[in-house]
């Protein structure tokens, strides 16, 4: 009986590890989900402060999705680039 090798091995790994980098996405897109909605209740009561509240909440929308971003590219490099191969 033959075993796996270690180049498979490795590939395996990195498609998992690739998998793993993309579920990163989740946590970006349910903080902004909440930003969006509590920026809408923000100007909803105060329709003056509409411009003030936009910006703060795109600079956050930005800043949270940056880790969505690394996981793709991280998912990417996986995926694409040679692994070190032993």
């Given amino acids: 009986m033959e075993g796996i090798s270690s180049e498979a091995f490795v590939l395996g790994c990195s498609a998992i590890g690739a ?3 993309v579920i990163a996405g989740i946590g970006p897109g349910v903080g902004q989900g909440i930003a969006a909605g509590y920026g ?3 100007v909803g009561r105060n329709p ?3 411009g003030s509240i936009m ?3 795109l600079l ?3 800043v949270a999705e940056t880790t969505g971003l ?3 590219v991280v998912a990417l490099l996986l995926m694409f680039v040679k692994p070190l191969m032993p």
């Fill in 70 to 72: 690394y996981g793709f």
């Fill in 40 to 42: 809408a209740s923000a």
């Fill in 19 to 21: 998998g793993l980098a």
């Fill in 60 to 62: 956050g929308q930005a």
């Fill in 55 to 57: 910006s703060t909440m």
């Fill in 48 to 50: 003056g402060a509409r």
